[in-house]
């Protein structure tokens, strides 16, 4: 275990990449996964009017994290419908399938699977809806992660899921960053192509992508919100430093670092707690 007085972080990117979510990113995630639904629901709530009329289809939720997304789905594919939610940290599955409300028998069957979406050997042009609410930015190769689904989907099958921007036009996640850039050693930005949140933030490329891997009417749509943190400046900072990926960078600070931190975070804490957030809505047909 570190000391509190380590000089330089434990070894890593700091990133998310598919070890670290099934790692400690994925426990953390795990830790927290109650507040998902609440702070996410505006990406998936576009997403399903995207998508329109769901009932008797096949869907796949990729990264389906604590499988609210996934439930949600069962529920407006309905009883003729099929879901499946894969993820590839085991821990935050175990919450989605332990979940009573998976077994509901008011929506589609659902598959609980432990795995990579991006090398899975799904069965071919099987589902109709491939969705997924910021699973997809994480895959070691996104251009082959792309054509397995594409495999995967059936001819005239859609595909649409939700990403955060470029690192510049995320301060949900920029504003603590910089703020702890004073305080803590943080790991080098990802490199380009590597799995990080902001990985398919270049429009332009993540189209070329999806493109070059058998997705035809690629488009993407450009979402806005209003997030709120918790109203009491310790709650909003204990936020931050259980949700933000560059904490991991220094996961086992304790004492004085943390105390560093957390002083950092409060001082960039906004004064009415919103954080005005982009994100992107990719669609395509296979
Ligand atoms: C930011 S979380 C989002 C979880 C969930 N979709 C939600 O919105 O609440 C990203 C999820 O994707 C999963 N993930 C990352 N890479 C994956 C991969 N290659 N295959 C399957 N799951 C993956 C992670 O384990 C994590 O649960």
């Known amino acids: 275990m570190p000391r509190d007085d380590d ?62 997304t996934t439930r949600a789905l069962a529920r407006l594919s309905g009883r003729a419908g099929s879901v499946t939610g ?37 069965p071919a042009r099987h589902f109709d809806v491939v969705f997924s609410r910021l699973g997809t930015m994480f895959f070691e190769d996104a251009g082959a992660a792309f054509a397995n689904l594409h495999r995967a989907t059936r001819p005239g099958g859609r595909l649409a899921f939700t990403c955060w921007p470029a690192r510049e036009h995320c301060p949900v996640l920029l504003v603590p960053l910089r703020a702890l850039a004073g305080v803590v050693p943080l790991p080098p930005s990802a490199p380009a192509g590597s799995p990080n949140p902001f990985s398919l933030g270049d429009e332009a490329d993540t189209m070329a992508r999806l493109a070059a891997a058998g997705w035809r009417d690629v488009e993407v749509e450009h979402l806005h919100a209003t997030l709120a943190l918790p109203d009491a400046l310790d709650d909003a900072v204990a936020h931050w430093l259980a949700t933000i990926p ?8 304790e ?8 002083a950092a ?18 669609t395509a047909r296979a």
């Open 86 to 122: 894969i993820d590839a940290n085991a821990e935050v599955l175990a919450i989605a399938g332990g979940s009573a409300e998976a077994t509901s028998s008011n929506g589609a069957t659902i598959t609980w699977l432990h795995g990579d979406a991006q090398t899975q050997p799904w």
């Open 265 to 282: 975070l409060a001082a960039v804490v906004p004064a009415d707690r919103r954080i005005d957030q982009r994100a992107l809505l990719f």
């Open 246 to 253: 560059v904490t991991l960078a220094v996961p086992h600070a």
């Open 7 to 68: 000089p330089e972080p434990r070894d890593r990117t700091g990133w998310q990449g598919l070890d670290e979510w099934r790692g400690d990113v994925g426990r953390r995630w795990a830790a927290a996964s109650g507040t998902a639904d609440a702070q996410f629901g505006w990406l998936s709530e576009a997403t399903y009017r995207r998508l329109g009329p769901l009932g008797g289809t096949r869907v796949l939720d990729v990264g389906c994290g604590n499988g609210g």
């Open 255 to 262: 004492g004085s670092r943390r105390t560093a931190m957390a």
